[in-house]
């Protein structure tokens, strides 16, 4: 290894849980290291359901999901396709005359009118 560019090793740097557990490993950091799940509290190592919500990210998504109930309207299907069909018959409307399968005789009599 070469000298000066490797951090410092420690083995006996302090770990402490938002449960209580205290271990000790060996890490580069300086210092005591604090944790929210170690092997003894986490859900996958329990077995047991454990909502872990660190910075109100569950609570932050209720909230979004209240204000949309409280704002959206409801619409059917049913209601949706007749919205879109009204649509569909104006542009329709303002849209000009088709002369598809017109003659050229026929044309010139629209032309004329």
């Known amino acids: 290894m070469k000298k000066g560019i490797h951090p410092k090793y420690s083995n006996n740097v302090k770990v402490t849980c938002s449960c209580g557990n205290v271990f000790y490993i060996g890490s580069t950091s300086d210092g005591d290291i604090v944790t929210e799940l170690c092997s003894k509290c986490h859900p996958f190592f329990t077995g047991a359901q454990k909502l872990v919500d660190s910075q109100g ?57």
């Not at 204000?67 to 849209?95: D, I, P």
Request: positive net charge; without cysteine; glycine residues 2%.
């Open 57 to 113: 990210m569950i609570d932050k998504y209720l909230k979004q999901v209240e204000k949309k109930k409280s704002t959206s309207s409801f619409r059917s299907k049913r209601e949706k396709e007749m919205a879109r069909r009204a649509k569909q018959l104006a542009a329709k409307s303002n849209k000009t005359p088709q002369t598809k399968g017109l003659t050229l005789k026929d044309m010139i009599k629209q032309l004329d009118k």
